[in-house]
């Protein structure tokens, strides 16, 4: 192994580039100053990578009911019990569920084993809980899902408008990016569209402390004051647009006034006109967007109100403007990109039949699956009834993370079988499994992940493996073989997979889809290994693009992007503000998911220590809620006991609780335990962020 290594930080979306070095106390890690995400910088969870490396904790051994066996027994009964299963119900009968944690390479595989030749649509991500709003969002408008823009516009805007987005704990070296760009040009604007105060909101000129869920009657109203104020870009929207009549109706239906806006979301009028000037008069705005929008009943539209603003003004494809919505996950967009959504196939093509057998000729996949298959929430109902009676999950704790955790860890136990690949030993999840899989973790594995920015980096390794552990993209290809299907899954490392994907891409591809890797497709292993930071889409000598629609053309068949009309809805369950407050989740500046890696360091673990719920000192003292005390929370699904933080910047009628904490830490700490299965209906992604809770001292 290396004494040192260029990899890519295993966190957030942001997608930092790292050097690993071995010192003499320790592995050291610091920012790449030639990385293009982070130039360098590292936000705390980065900085403490070298001290998350022991093994502690770590799945080592293959596993059968509880009893280390080898390799070969582990993979023959995986093959065995999803061929057995498969042939008394059918490959509908089967499902696999991955991670936006695992590398596209591994993603890719998975993919491919599933719907290329077990017949079958059903894999789907935990990236679904993510970004799959903003994805179909920008279907919808676009004719694909493509980010129109990169980091470097948010140092060039002028106004850049944080919706739903805490970036200062979430997303912190892009925040750390803007704090910068704002210091060295003052004139810079910052807009923080959020109930809560977040430290995202310190550098923020308005912070539009809006009413939860009523997002899109402000960005409605938005469209609004700008065709009344007569700044739409009428030639931009009569030369490349679809449906502007009817979006600007819509939103005029939806928040016909200022006044009426401020009304409905609860706002100071004097601090919306604010905004909205603001926005109106400046030419250069990025509205990034994330999770506060995506995670919602009605996130789709959510997005395309977003969408709808910088259609309306004609601002994308230039520097330093255009909607951007920010992943969660470290490759959450390559997922997208190799088919990880169960509603999607590799390379960004759809169950269109004219896509469906351009990817069957590609792999020679005659099974291949010709429908969508079931999107998380839904398969993980599927599991509980019954309907999916073998399960393989990779890299991820649905029965911490998804909503109603506790009826999916029920449905897991009484499911016929659960297979799990995992670097833990002990989840929520893990504890439900019959076959364990030990996979490689950060450090040990190698391939690539795609970032927000649409920039694909290498991930390499810089340890040895713990224990026997293997490549996810390798136990995938093993079973595939062991199924028949030993061609198709004939992969020497992950260096072929890589490439056999960058291929796909270029396969018939007349520049109507928008991803194209070009010359990757040849890279030799030796290239591979030193590939630099390069974006999508690639033209065949090699130049890449970093924003994307400049010429004003699209890829709907017409090349014309769409509107969509935007009619607000609540969130699905409401809350009164008396006995019931609404809950919104998220995440900690200094933690990661259930902490599996964070919590093996102390510096981090210190910044916020236990489980807690902030609430507003008014709401702490009408339900009698002492600071430090404990509280009992109780929603429509589920209880869970946390510690009370008063903060002033909380929204009286709603509290914040962090999504951390699992059942593997303590008892009852599982936030989504307290969330129904609420979900998007065009995109399937859980409302995170509204739930009607109970708070009532312990
Ligand atoms: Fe890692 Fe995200 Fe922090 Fe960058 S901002 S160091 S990718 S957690």
Request: glycine share 8%.
């Amino acid at each position: 192994m290396p004494e040192a290594a260029f990899t890519t930080c295993p966190y957030c979306g942001v997608g930092c580039g790292v050097e690993v070095t071995r010192e003499a106390d320790g592995w050291k890690v610091r920012g790449d100053d030639a990385h293009p995400a982070n130039l360098g910088r590292l936000c705390s969870k980065g900085a403490a990578l070298g001290e998350t490396l022991s093994p502690d904790g770590r799945l080592l051994y293959p596993e059968i009911g509880g009893q280390r066996v080898n390799w070969d027994t582990a993979l023959d009964a995986v093959a065995d019990g999803f061929r057995q299963v498969i042939e008394k119900h059918g490959p509908q009968a089967v499902a696999f569920y991955v991670s936006g944690q695992l590398l596209t390479e591994d993603y890719y595989v998975a993919n491919k084993l599933m719907k290329g030749f077990i017949g079958s649509a059903n894999i789907d991500t935990n990236s679904r809980l993510c970004m799959s709003s903003a994805v179909a969002a920008y279907k919808r408008a676009f004719g694909t899902d493509t980010v129109p823009v990169c980091y470097e516009d948010l140092e060039q805007a002028d106004l850049v408008v944080f919706a739903g987005s805490n970036a200062a704990w979430a997303h912190p070296v892009l925040y750390q990016r803007v704090a910068a760009a704002k210091r060295k040009r003052p004139h810079m604007k910052i807009a923080v569209i959020d109930p809560r105060r977040t430290a995202t909101s310190d550098i923020a000129d308005w912070h539009v402390a809006l009413k939860p869920g009523s997002d899109a009657v402000l960005l409605d109203g938005l469209l609004v004051h700008l065709a009344d104020a007569g700044k739409l870009d009428e030639t931009f929207i009569a030369a490349h647009t679809e449906g502007f009549d009817a979006a600007l109706d819509a939103a005029r239906a939806a928040a016909p006034t200022l006044d009426a806006v401020a009304a409905a979301c609860e706002l100071d009028p004097h601090l919306l006109a604010g905004f909205y000037a603001a926005f109106t008069d400046t030419e250069k705005v990025v509205t990034l967007w994330s999770q506060g929008l995506n995670q919602s009943s009605s996130g789709v539209d959510k997005g395309n109100a977003v969408i709808n603003l910088h259609l309306a003004t004609g601002r994308i494809g230039r520097p330093g403007m255009g909607p951007f919505s920010i992943t969660g996950q470290p490759n959450a967009m390559g997922g997208r990109e190799v088919g990880g959504l169960a509603n999607q196939l590799a390379a960004h093509m759809d169950f269109a039949p004219a896509d469906v057998d351009r990817v069957r000729r590609f792999w020679n996949a005659p099974r291949i699956a010709a429908a969508p298959g079931l999107k998380a929430v839904d398969l993980f109902q599927a599991v509980t009834s019954g309907a999916v009676k073998a399960v393989w999950i990779v890299a991820t704790n649905p029965a911490f993370s998804l909503p109603e955790a506790d009826a999916v860890r029920a449905g897991l136990a009484g499911c016929e079988l659960v297979v799990v690949s995992d670097c833990v030993r002990d989840t929520d999840t893990v504890r439900e499994a019959h076959i364990w899989l030990p996979a490689l973790g950060w450090g040990e594995k190698g391939g690539t992940v795609t970032n927000s920015e649409r920039c694909i980096s290498r991930v390499r390794p810089f340890l040895d493996p713990a224990g026997e552990a293997r490549p996810d993209w390798w136990m995938f290809a093993e079973v595939g073989r062991r199924l028949g299907y030993a061609d198709a899954f004939d992969f020497a490392d992950e260096a072929a997979v890589f490439r056999e994907y960058a291929d796909m891409t270029n396969f018939e591809n007349d520049d109507t889809r928008d991803l194209r890797l070009g010359p990757l497709a040849t890279l030799d292993t030796a290239a591979y290994a030193d590939l630099q930071p390069v974006q999508w889409p690639l033209a065949d000598d090699g130049t890449s693009r970093a924003r994307l629609f400049a010429d004003g053309r699209f890829y709907h068949p017409d090349r014309r992007a769409r509107f969509v009309a935007v009619t607000p809805r609540p969130p699905a369950r409401a809350a009164n503000g008396a006995d019931t407050l609404v809950l919104n989740t998220g995440r900690l500046r200094d933690q990661w998911h259930s902490m599996s890696r964070t919590a093996k360091t102390a510096r981090l673990t210190a910044h916020r220590p236990e489980p807690f719920v902030e609430v507003h000192p008014d709401d702490a003292r009408r339900l009698h809620l002492a600071d430090g005390g404990l509280a009992h929370l109780l929603g429509a699904d589920g209880e869970m006991l946390a510690r009370v933080r008063l903060d002033d910047g909380q929204r009286p009628g709603s509290v914040f609780v962090p999504m951390h904490w699992s059942d593997a830490h303590a008892r009852r700490a599982r936030v989504n335990a307290l969330l129904g299965t609420i979900t998007d209906p065009i995109s399937g992604q859980p409302e995170f962020k509204h739930a009607p809770v109970v708070v009532a001292p312990w």
